[in-house]
């Protein structure tokens, strides 16, 4: 599998958690409406865009330097993630914590693009991190329920569209 196809497989995976786990706060059918919808999605990107093969496709091995960059990144990640929420949680904050994994997830992404020379990953890193300050904002301002759907609904929603491209479209980062 190559690191386009790696990457996009993570990817759809992650975003199916992001809408399943997230949707829940909408109400009643609109949640399942979603969720439903989200499945959908998945299913489509990972049948028509991942699951199939280039001829002469050859495994991605990344080099060891890439490989201490992702495990390094997939570490910080498992750490910030709990110790933040938890963190938000004891300063009455809760409405924070899905705006909080959605920005450490995004920025997980962005020392990716440069170690796997996958383009799509700035990008994706970038609209993640935005959704979660967004998402942050709303939670602060509308509701927990506002700020949910967009760091995290959203956020998945953003990360099936980036495998469905990743999947598709191979392009080498030149530096």
């Not at 786990?21 to 999605?41: D, F, K, M, W």
């Not at 004891?90 to 705006?99: M, T």
């Not at 956020?155 to 099936?160: F, I, N, R, T």
Request: charged share 10%; aromatic share 10%; glycine share 12%.
């Amino acid at each position: 599998m190559s690191g386009e196809r790696l990457g996009a497989s993570i990817a759809a995976i992650a975003g199916l958690v992001f809408i399943l786990v997230n949707s829940g706060s909408l109400p009643g059918e609109t949640a399942l409406l979603v969720r439903l919808l989200g499945i959908v999605a998945f299913a489509l990107v990972w049948f028509a865009v991942i699951r199939l093969t280039s001829p002469g496709q050859h495994p991605m091995i990344p080099d060891p330097k890439a490989r201490r960059i992702y495990w390094s990144s997939v570490t910080f990640e498992a750490l910030l993630i709990p110790l933040g929420a938890s963190t938000l949680g004891r300063n009455h904050r809760p409405e924070l914590v899905v705006p909080w994994v959605a920005l450490v997830v995004g920025v997980h992404f962005l020392p990716f693009a440069k170690a796997f020379a996958v383009n799509g990953f700035r990008p994706l890193a970038w609209c993640l991190i935005g959704l979660a300050m967004i998402g942050g904002i709303f939670a602060l301002t509308l509701g927990a329920t506002v700020g949910t759907v967009v760091a995290g609904v959203l956020s998945g929603v953003a990360l099936l569209t980036f495998s469905a491209y990743l999947g598709r479209v191979v392009t080498p980062n030149p530096g």
